[in-house]
Nanobody, 115 residues
Framework: QVQLVESGGGLVQAGGSLRLSCAAS????????VAWIRRAPGRQRELVAD???????NYPDSVKGRFTISRDNAKNTVYLQMNSLKPEDTAVYYC?????????WGQGIRVTVSS
């Protein structure tokens, strides 16, 4: 069973930075893409960033220029560097990986940005 384990969340002041990590229990070459998805209270899930096996990345306008997704194939880990954080970035952040046949979720990690 594939496991995705997130780490790096916490409480930060507005304008600060955090780096989230998603460590996979298998080689990340198995995944067509790995994404970070967040869920804020009272709001729908939102794609924050994704990265394909070829290294292509995608961001919504809400985080473009502030967030950067990257991957370390040797460590089977995908990162999300979050800079210039805003209170509206407060959410539970989930790692999501898909192979084309199935998909996997991490347990989620909380990020709280205080104003």
């Amino acid at each position: 069973q594939v496991q995705l384990v997130e780490s790096g969340g916490g409480l930060v002041q507005a304008g600060g930075s955090l780096r989230l990590s998603c460590a996979a229990s298998t080689t990340i070459f198995r995944f067509n893409a790995v994404a970070w998805i967040r869920r804020a209270p009272g709001r729908q899930r939102e794609l924050v960033a994704d990265i394909t096996s070829g290294g292509n990345t995608n961001y919504p306008d809400s985080v473009k220029g502030r967030f950067t997704i990257s991957r370390d194939n040797a460590k089977n880990t995908v990162y999300l560097q979050m800079n210039s954080l805003k209170p509206e970035d407060t959410a539970v952040y989930y790692c999501h990986a898909e192979t084309g046949y199935t998909f996997y979720w991490g347990q989620g990690i909380r990020v709280t940005v205080s104003s």
